[in-house]
């Protein structure tokens, strides 16, 4: 079986594909002075940006895994995603605090979705 992976790296690989199922890496915000929105809405735009170069888009996400540095940010994070999930398409979603791999990062988002 065939495993098609995305951009690289030594340590990671941003995309697995495998049997028409994509696996995104943790997407984060390169830009950490931003607030929870700002992180929130650049880590999705990472993610609508890999999906469509592996062949998906939003509306194929089967889950997807929220961390935030602090859970007090829930409804800030909770606004972006409710304007930019699609409501007839909302995937399986799990949130929890956790501490990221530093402290400036306020938001990790993990996906897999299916290939269109």
Known sequence: MTIQ???VGKRLSEVAIHNGT?????QLAEDTTQNIEGQTRESLGHIDR???EAG???HHILS???YLADVKDFDGMNAVWDSWVSASNAPP??????????PEILIEIIVVAAQK
């Open 50 to 52: 890999l999906l469509v």
């Open 93 to 102: 979603r799990a949130t929890v605090e956790a501490k990221l791999a530093r």
């Open 56 to 58: 998906s888009d939003k």
């Open 5 to 7: 992976r995305l951009h």
């Open 22 to 26: 994509i696996y995104l890496a943790g």
């Open 64 to 66: 997807c895994q929220i």
